[in-house]
């Protein structure tokens, strides 16, 4: 048996902070949603039991740790029997703010469930893919548009939005290491806000029936941008971001960046907002807006 997997990026459309928790998490409340820039995974069966991760033909084990440790999490959790070789094929660029990382976990988690027949329900799926990351959970779920709230346990599937296309804007050089981390250390309690501006942006979304429409009608946010913009090591990032804003009706960063994205109604118009600035050491994808963040097959 071979599982292939498509595992899809995601644009935080708002992200909120509320407080932060005794177990050095904090609660969040932020609307996701998945977009067409994918990587490709591969699960074959082994029967050493031993768990590698090939990226360009070679093992490696180290860099891409999340798909090897919900691999062992599983494999200790509920099969000891059996091991696996991934391939992995990446296009999403890594601590991007476009989740890569924890689709590729959640990947991994759905591939070996079917790989390893354990059959295990989603709770079970849920409760590996929140001991991998927070963010797991969302791609597990497999709803493209959802409202998640807690630590990102917490996930309500919404209803599709319009038809979109995102212009996604990445640095060819990339951002720090433990960016995230680092980044949710920089938050204050005067950052905290209550969900409001997520849950109103998530309202007027499922009730419009165009991007233009939303954009005009409701504000978006996300906590981090002041903090991406101040602490960024990517040279040229503030300038950038700033002159495209000006340009662009709407930009936004995604989690805690340094990718940025603005979303448009024709696939055209997002193809010629990306001219509007000199972008040479910048990644640009425009891609549509989809439904499913997992694409899982069997052969």
Same mark, same amino acid.
């Given at each position: 048996?071979?599982v292939? &997997?498509?595992?899809?990026?995601?644009?935080?459309l708002?992200l909120e902070?509320?407080?932060?928790?005794?177990?050095?998490?904090?609660?969040?409340?932020t609307?996701?949603?998945s977009?067409?820039?994918?990587?490709?995974?591969?699960?074959?069966?082994?029967?050493?039991?031993?768990?590698?991760?090939? &990226?360009?033909?070679?093992?490696?084990?180290?860099?891409?740790?999340?798909?090897?440790?919900?691999?062992?999490l599983?494999?200790?959790?509920?099969?000891?029997?059996?091991?696996a070789?991934?391939i992995?094929?990446?296009?999403?660029?890594?601590?991007?703010?476009?989740?890569?990382?924890?689709?590729?976990?959640?990947a991994?988690?759905?591939?070996?469930?079917?790989?390893?027949?354990?059959?295990?329900?989603?709770?079970? +799926? @849920?409760?590996?893919?929140?001991?991998?990351?927070?963010?797991?959970?969302?791609?597990?779920?497999?709803?493209?548009?959802?409202?998640?709230?807690?630590?990102?346990?917490?996930?309500?599937?919404? =209803?599709?939005?319009?038809?979109?296309?995102? +212009?996604?804007i990445?640095s060819?050089?990339?951002?720090?290491?433990?960016k995230?981390?680092?980044m949710?250390?920089?938050?204050?309690?005067?950052d905290?806000?209550?969900?409001?501006?997520?849950?109103?942006?998530? =309202?007027? @979304?499922?009730?419009?029936?165009?991007?233009?429409?939303?954009?005009?009608?409701?504000?978006?946010?996300?906590?981090?941008?002041?903090?991406?913009?101040?602490?960024?090591?990517?040279? =040229?990032?503030?300038?950038?971001?700033v002159?495209?804003?000006?340009?662009?009706?709407?930009?936004?960063?995604s989690?805690?960046?340094?990718?940025?994205?603005?979303?448009?109604?024709?696939?055209?118009?997002?193809?010629?907002?990306s001219?509007?600035?000199? +972008? =040479?050491?910048?990644e640009?994808?425009?891609?549509?807006?989809?439904?499913?963040?997992?694409?899982?097959?069997?052969?």
């Open positions: 048996m071979i292939k &997997v498509r595992a899809y990026a995601k644009i935080n708002c902070i509320i407080s932060a928790r005794n177990d050095n998490y904090h609660d969040i409340c609307a996701i949603q977009v067409g820039l994918f990587d490709e995974l591969e699960f074959t069966e082994r029967i050493d039991q031993g768990i590698n991760v090939y &990226v360009d033909g070679a093992v490696d084990n180290d860099q891409f740790a999340l798909i090897n440790d919900s691999a062992q599983m494999k200790n959790s509920y099969s000891k029997s059996y091991g070789d991934i992995l094929q990446k296009n999403i660029p890594l601590s991007s703010g476009l989740g890569g990382g924890s689709s590729n976990a959640a991994t988690i759905l591939a070996l469930n079917k790989l390893w027949n354990l059959d295990l329900g989603k709770e079970s +799926l @849920m409760q590996i893919g929140m001991a991998v990351g927070s963010d797991v959970g969302y791609f597990i779920q497999n709803s493209g548009a959802a409202l998640v709230t807690g630590k990102g346990e917490k996930i309500q599937s919404l =209803n599709r939005p319009p038809t979109g296309f995102a +212009l996604i990445i060819k050089q990339r951002a720090m290491e433990e995230t981390k680092k949710f250390s920089l938050i204050t309690p005067s905290f806000t209550d969900g409001s501006i997520t849950k109103s942006f998530t =309202n007027v @979304m499922q009730n419009s029936s165009c991007w233009a429409e939303i954009y005009s009608s409701v504000e978006s946010i996300n906590c981090f941008d002041p903090y991406i913009l101040k602490n960024s090591e990517i040279s =040229n990032i503030e300038r950038v971001y002159k495209f804003k000006e340009r662009i009706n709407h930009a936004q960063f989690g805690t960046g340094p990718s940025f994205y603005s979303i448009f109604d024709d696939h055209e118009e997002a193809v010629d907002a001219k509007t600035i000199d +972008l =040479n050491s910048f640009v994808y425009v891609v549509p807006l989809i439904s499913t963040p997992i694409d899982l097959h069997v052969e």
